[in-house]
């Protein structure tokens, strides 16, 4: 197994929004809370020492939620490191929220997400908010409608000082030029990796616009069952884990591609970060290029 001795860095740091300075490994914390993202996790005070360890290998981008718990996460992100390192990059989203059964309902009407608003800001300790990604779309990805009225609502409150930047998730490319026809957008966050590559327009156009891409479910959806001999074999090459060529070939593949593995445990953790400093030849690649042996 790869463990270079750099941390979250070792890949380099991008400028989120043009003025926030975050390594390209972070970390997402949604699999803080319980199974599903619902309810308390088993262990608080393993929660509480994964956000600690990842703060003190360089990650300075943490990926939240309030409806991840819901409100269990930001609260133990509070616990763990209020007061916050003065470079570290709070991400957080809003649209959805939770029912008691842990169903994932929209909630995306100009009042609610108002309030997801407010109440991120309360949880998490803050002021401002870094960034505040919208999330549209269904549970199995992007649907064509407009996003504009939502949108606006996340610009008055950018403008009220609330929120430093503004994002997109789970759109669409013309639901992504819509948002950027209203206001700058700082970052998409999109279903994309080494398995799942129909986003790959969206990349090209976030990186050539300067904007952040960060790809959730990095490791996520069927990726151990269909990665195929040629990843396993690039990995035996380097000593690593298929995981962790997954994150390196992302890294690779477009500067402004910014990642956050979850996970609720420390050795995983040291896993996900040691992979930035997993360097893939030119050979790695090609042999990547197409997993046709899926």
């Given at each position: 197994m790869t463990t270079p001795s750099t941390g979250a860095g070792a890949a380099g740091y991008w400028q989120l929004g043009g003025d926030l300075p975050v390594a390209r490994l972070g970390y997402g914390a949604m699999q803080l809370a319980g199974p599903g993202a619902f309810g308390p996790p088993a262990d608080p005070d393993g929660a509480v020492a994964v956000l600690r360890r990842a703060v003190e290998l360089g990650v300075n981008h943490i990926d939240t939620s309030d409806y991840y718990g819901p409100f269990v996460v930001n609260e133990l992100i509070r616990t763990a490191l209020h007061p916050y390192p003065e470079d570290l990059v709070l991400v957080t989203k809003v649209g959805a929220r939770r029912d008691a059964?842990?169903?994932?309902?929209?909630?995306?009407?100009?009042?609610?997400?108002?309030?997801?608003?407010?109440?991120?800001?309360?949880?998490?300790?803050?002021?401002?908010?870094?960034?505040?990604?919208?999330?549209?779309?269904?549970?199995?990805?992007?649907?064509?409608?407009?996003?504009?009225?939502?949108?606006?609502?996340?610009?008055?409150?950018?403008?009220?000082?609330?929120?430093?930047?503004?994002?997109?998730?789970?759109?669409?490319?013309?639901?992504?030029?819509?948002?950027?026809?209203?206001?700058?957008?700082?970052?998409?966050?999109?279903?994309?990796?080494?398995?799942?590559?129909?986003?790959?327009?969206?990349?090209?156009?976030?990186?050539?616009?300067?904007?952040?891409?960060?790809?959730?479910?990095?490791?996520?959806?069927?990726?151990?069952?269909?990665?195929?001999?040629?990843?396993?074999?690039?990995?035996?090459?380097?000593?690593?884990?298929?995981?962790?060529?997954?994150?390196?070939?992302?890294?690779?593949?477009?500067?402004?591609?910014?990642?956050?593995?979850?996970?609720?445990?420390v050795a995983h953790l040291e896993q996900n970060v040691a992979a930035a400093g997993l360097v893939l030849t030119e050979q790695d690649l090609a042999d990547l290029a197409e997993l046709d042996d899926r």
């Open positions: 059964s842990g169903a994932w309902l929209p909630a995306d009407s100009p009042p609610e997400l108002r309030q997801a608003v407010h109440d991120n800001l309360t949880r998490l300790g803050r002021d401002q908010l870094d960034l505040v990604n919208l999330r549209v779309g269904g549970l199995v990805g992007p649907q064509e409608e407009p996003l504009a009225e939502r949108f606006s609502v996340l610009v008055e409150l950018q403008k009220q000082g609330l929120i430093r930047h503004l994002g997109v998730s789970n759109v669409t490319a013309a639901q992504f030029a819509e948002a950027r026809q209203i206001a700058p957008v700082a970052c998409v966050q999109n279903y994309f990796n080494i398995v799942q590559r129909d986003d790959a327009p969206i990349v090209e156009a976030c990186t050539a616009a300067g904007i952040g891409y960060v790809p959730f479910f990095p490791l996520g959806g069927s990726f151990s069952q269909v990665a195929g001999k040629r990843v396993d074999e690039v990995a035996q090459r380097h000593g690593a884990t298929a995981s962790q060529v997954a994150l390196a070939w992302l890294l690779a593949h477009s500067p402004a591609v910014l990642l956050i593995p979850g996970t609720s445990r």
